[in-house]
Nanobody, 121 residues
Framework: QVQLVESGGGLVQPGGSLRLSCVAS????????MGWYRQGPGKQRELVAG???????NYESFVKGRFTISRDNAKNTTALQMNRLTPEDTAVYYC???????????????WGQGTQVIVSS
């Protein structure tokens, strides 16, 4: 059983910062790419940023220069540092990871339960 648990969401004023964290636990043979997605009110879920096991990152254009994704392979964690937040960043943020649970299995996408981020004055 694989589990992803996010933390760090909350209410922040425009221009402020938040740091989201996600830890993967359970049966993990190999932890591949990790990423953060978000779903705003009335919107579809969208990719925010991703990171490979060797640290290569990619960002959607709407967060470039403001958000930074990182990971700690030893701890099976990823973090999203979010700076200069705007009301448009309000969303539920989800952690995603591509995980191979065992030597015999394939790789599958796993999701956290989501953490709410509200940017408002």
């Amino acid at each position: 059983q694989v589990q992803l648990v996010e933390s760090g969401g909350g209410l922040v004023q425009p221009g402020g910062s938040l740091r989201l964290s996600c830890v993967a636990s359970g049966s993990i043979f190999r932890l591949n790419a990790m990423g953060w997605y978000r779903q705003g009110p009335g919107k579809q879920r969208e990719l925010v940023a991703g990171i490979t096991p060797d640290g290569k990152t990619n960002y959607e254009s709407f967060v470039k220069g403001r958000f930074t994704i990182s990971r700690d392979n030893a701890k099976n964690t990823t973090a999203l540092q979010m700076n200069r937040l705007t009301p448009e960043d309000t969303a539920v943020y989800y952690c995603n990871a591509r995980i191979k649970p065992s030597y015999e299995s394939g790789s599958y996408d796993y999701w956290g339960q989501g953490t709410q981020v509200i940017v408002s004055s």
